[in-house]
């Protein structure tokens, strides 16, 4: 008798791929922050202009997600994402050369260019290779690693800069990058180029709802694509709770360090040891917000139901930072802001939602717009805090505005996010776009 072939499952070596990556991503783009309390010294930065040093990443991010999304659907996403992945390290580690506000802002907006197709790369692999009731466990891994790197890495780079300064920081982390990048350009491929996929994995994940063919079916690039994104009640939903989920992550990524040892007078390091609980929180709320998503879609649930839950449940926990107001207690404080990313994590799960409603062959674009909305906020909660800070030399009000915002996002999923559908180009349908179930 000969042997039944059995299926691979290059998807799960894909996804490891975007684990890792997606973790230095956020090493790279957080080196900053855990430098700040003693960069800002030495270059002699006052709040405001650490504020703007911290969203020069985001005023590239930003403005390159719509073109780099393009560029995804157009060149494929294992070309224009490795280049991108080389360019970002190799610029983070020139940070480690700057000598005032002008070189850092630079090399920073570079890295912000450089990293713009990520997240949408990320969303396009996933959705190639992953079915439908398998999207969210591989959403949620990949969303999570940004936490799992920074809750391993940032207790590291804590300690590079007690002994050997802050340039070390920009060097380790960039030099991790640049390695990565020969794994990258080896392994990752489109699911019907891959060389080490079967036949019967194919077959599986398409027949679940995998687009493994979303790289051949090419439709140009219209203004119209982007007006249907832009007018869809449901897609204007997202984007909306995107910019409001962000304004966490980038009061996170940015001004923490600095809230700990300047509010609450934590230690460098007991403050690079807090902002790593927070992460690894981040990493677990993540986590279970995937799996229980599929395992409401296993159960019958709709996919609305399926994703909506841990998301508007994760934007109203979230909000409880405006918490850390009222206490001084370490203990207290380190839980508040634990409770309040392991919620984040959850809140996450946004990102399935693009892989699920957006037009098949613009997975690019559409998730370009969705970052675009959502990294807006990379450049205002920055500028704003740095403001609040300035003005008041207090955070208070900064944690304040962050959960109204928060308490916004998870409104827009209660009241304008309505359905979860895939959407059709014009084309598809005579003049009108419409819905399907994804």
């Not at 934007?315 to 508040?336: E, G, M, R, W």
């Amino acid at each position: 008798m000969g042997e039944t072939v059995k299926r691979t499952r290059v998807r799960y070596l894909i996804l490891a791929i975007l684990f890792v990556v997606t973790a230095i991503n956020y090493i790279d783009r957080s080196a900053l922050s855990i430098a700040a309390p003693v960069m800002k010294e030495d270059l002699a930065l006052d709040a405001v202009a650490l504020g703007f040093a911290f969203s020069a990443f985001n005023w590239a991010y930003t403005f390159m997600q719509i073109p780099s999304g393009w560029l995804l659907d157009r060149f494929g996403t294992r070309l224009v994402y490795g280049i991108g992945l080389f360019t970002w390290s190799l610029f983070t580690g020139l940070q480690g050369l700057v000598t005032g506000f002008a070189m850092l802002f630079l090399f920073r907006f570079i890295v912000g260019l450089a990293e713009a197709p990520s997240f949408p790369g990320n969303s396009r692999l996933t959705t190639m290779w992953f079915p439908t009731n398998e999207r969210g466990k591989a959403v949620a891994t990949y969303n999570s690693s940004q936490y799992f790197g920074l809750a391993l890495f940032t207790p590291v780079l804590a300690s590079l800069l007690n002994v050997y300064g802050w340039p070390a920081i920009f060097y380790v982390a960039g030099g991790m990058g640049i390695i990565l990048t020969f794994v990258w350009f080896k392994l990752i491929h489109d699911p019907k180029r891959h060389p080490l996929a079967n036949q019967k994995e194919l077959e599986y994940i398409e027949q679940s709802g995998a687009l493994v063919d979303a790289s051949e079916q090419k439709s140009p690039i219209k203004w119209s694509h982007a007006r249907l994104l832009l007018t869809n009640r449901q897609m204007i939903g997202i984007y909306i709770a995107q910019f409001s989920l962000n304004t966490i992550v980038w009061f996170f990524l940015t001004w923490l360090p600095t809230y700990l040892v300047q509010e609450k007078h934590l230690s460098i390091l007991k403050a690079g040891f807090v902002t790593s609980l927070t992460y690894a929180a981040a990493f677990l709320g993540g986590i279970l917000a995937g799996y229980w998503s599929d395992s409401m879609l296993k159960r019958g649930k709709s996919l609305a139901v399926a994703r909506k839950t841990p998301i508007i449940i994760g934007f109203l926990l979230s909000s409880c930072i405006l918490l850390a107001n009222y206490t001084n207690s370490p203990a207290l404080i380190v839980l508040i802001l634990c409770v309040s990313f392991f919620a984040k994590g959850m809140a996450g799960l946004t990102w399935t939602l693009v892989g699920d409603m957006s037009p098949k062959e613009i997975i690019g674009l559409s998730a370009g717009i969705f970052n675009t909305s959502g990294n807006l906020a990379g450049i205002v909660t920055p500028i704003v805090v740095g403001f609040i800070l300035e003005h008041t030399h207090s955070f208070s009000y900064a944690l304040l505005f962050i959960g109204v915002v928060l308490l916004i996002g998870a409104l827009s999923y209660m009241f304008i996010v309505n359905k979860v559908e895939r959407l059709q180009l014009p084309h598809e349908q005579g003049q009108t776009a419409k819905s399907v179930n994804a």
